[in-house]
C-alpha cells in the first residue's frame, strides 16, 4: 500500500520495549533488526490512543470494576466477526491468555495429569505443563513440504491418557487456519475421550483472504469440553496492556478457573487495558482490516522472495497470523550454525525453531 499508516518507523529501543532492549541480553548484541516477539511496530490505532489519553485525563488510577460495555464490546465482537455469540457470564477476565492457560491447568488437572499439544507450537504451551508437573504429551502435527496437518491416529492414540488438550487456532507458528472438518473431528475425539480442550484464540482476528476462522466453541455441541481463550493484545498490537479473557460456557469449569483467578487476585484488571479493549473492539475495525490488506501484501512479498531468492528454504503456507515458518534445514548447518549466521552475520534476531 502507497502511503499507508503502517509504513511509518517508529524508534522502540530505550521505552522498556522487551523486543528490542532485550537484544543484548538475549542474542549478546543490540545492533540486530528485532523479528522475534510477536508483536508489531505499528502505531495502535487512533481510536485506541484517544481513548487512552481520555482515561488519563481522569488523575485517579485505582481499583476498577469492568462495566457492561466492557463485556458488551467482547460478546458484540465474536459475533459480528465469528457468527459467535457468548453470554456475559461466561467470561473470565485474565491478565493474558497465557496465565489463563496456566489457571485452567491448575483448576483443571492434577500433577500427573497427562495434558496433550500438537508441535510444533508456541513454547508457553509445553510450561504451563511441565512448570505445573502435569505429563507433557505431544502430537506431532504432519509436515509435507512445509503444510502442517494432523497425525489424527496419534491424536487419538495420545487423548486416550489425556486429561487436557490445548489448541491453537489459528496455529503459532505453522500459521493454519483449522477447518470446520479439523475442528469437528478435534470436538468429535476430545468429547469421545472426556478430554477438556484449552483453545487458544489470540490470533483469530489475523486471518488471510481465502481462509475463515471458526471459533470451536461456535460448534455447540462441544462447547461444554472448552475453554476458549480470547484477546485483542496480538490483533491490535496492545499486548503491554495485560488484557484477556476467557471464555467458558460451561459452569463447572467455569467456577473452578474463575474461583482460582480470584484466589491469586488476578481479575481485577489494567485500567488502561479495560479501556484499550473497549476502543479496539467498538472502533478500530476500520484500523483492523487496513492493517490485514498490509500484511498480506507483506506476506505476498516475503513468499515471493524466499521462493525466487532462497529456493531451499522452505516457507510453511501463511493462512494467519504475523508469522512466518522457515525450514532452513535444506542447508545442511545445526542449529547452533544457523543461529550464530543469523545474528553475526545476517544481523537478524529471530526465534529458533527447536524453540517450538
Known amino acids: 500500500m502507497q502511503n499507508s499508516r503502517f509504513d511509518e518507523i517508529i524508534n522502540r529501543k530505550g521505552s522498556g520495549c522487551f523486543k528490542y532492549d532485550a537484544l543484548t541480553m538475549l542474542f549478546g548484541r543490540n545492533d540486530l533488526l528485532s523479528l522475534w516477539v510477536a ?27 469492568r462495566l457492561d460495555s466492557y463485556y458488551e464490546a467482547i460478546i458484540n465482537w465474536q459475533n459480528r466477526r465469528f457468527h ?27 500433577p500427573g495429569d497427562g495434558i496433550l499439544i500438537q508441535t510444533p507450537v508456541y513454547h508457553p504451551f509445553f510450561d504451563a505443563v511441565v512448570n505445573h508437573d502435569r505429563k507433557l504429551l505431544t502430537s506431532p502435527l504432519i509436515n509435507t513440504n512445509g503444510v502442517f496437518t494432523i497425525d489424527w491416529v496419534d491424536f487419538e492414540a495420545k487423548l486416550s491418557v ?3 488438550f490445548i489448541l491453537c487456532n489459528p496455529h503459532n507458528p505453522v500459521g493454519r487456519v483449522w477447518t470446520s472438518e479439523e475442528l469437528d473431528k478435534i470436538g468429535y475425539l476430545c468429547n469421545k475421550h472426556n478430554v477438556v480442550v484449552f483453545v487458544d ?21 462441544y462447547s461444554d469440553l472448552l475453554i476458549t481463550g480470547v484477546s485483542p493484545a496480538k490483533s491490535f498490537n496492545i499486548a503491554g496492556l495485560a488484557t484477556a479473557n476467557l471464555i ?18 488476578l481479575f481485577m484488571g489494567n485500567s488502561f487495558g479495560i479501556r484499550a479493549l473497549i476502543a ?23 513468499t515471493h522472495f524466499v521462493i525466487n531468492e532462497l529456493p531451499t528454504v ?5 493462512e494467519s497470523t504475523y508469522l512466518a515458518w522457515l525450514d532452513f534445514s535444506g542447508w545442511g548447518i545445526s542449529q547452533a550454525e544457523l543461529v550464530d549466521l543469523m545474528v553475526n552475520k545476517a544481523l537478524l534476531a529471530l526465534d529458533p525453531g527447536d524453540k517450538f
Not at 314 to 318: A, D, W, Y
Open 39 to 65: 508483536d508489531m511496530d505499528f502505531a495502535v490505532s487512533n481510536e485506541i490512543q484517544t481513548a487512552l489519553s481520555e482515561r488519563i485525563k481522569h488523575p485517579v488510577y485505582g481499583y476498577n470494576l
Open 248 to 265: 467458558i460456557s460451561n459452569p463447572s469449569l467455569r467456577s473452578k478457573v474463575s474461583g482460582l483467578n480470584d484466589k491469586l487476585h
Open 84 to 110: 459467535w455469540q457468548p453470554e456475559r457470564d461466561w467470561i473470565v477476565p485474565v491478565p493474558g491468555i497465557v496465565p489463563g492457560l496456566s489457571l485452567a491447568v491448575l483448576s483443571i488437572t492434577n
Open 280 to 302: 479496539a473492539y467498538n472502533e478500530s475495525e476500520a484500523w483492523l482490516n487496513e492493517l490485514l490488506v498490509y500484511l498480506n501484501e507483506t506476506k505476498e512479498q516475503l
Open 314 to 318: 522452505s516457507l510453511s503456507p501463511i
Open 201 to 221: 484464540e489470540i490470533h483469530a482476528d489475523l486471518v488471510y483472504p481465502g481462509f475463515t476462522h471458526i471459533s470451536l466453541a461456535s460448534l455447540k455441541e
Open 162 to 164: 489425556a486429561k487436557m
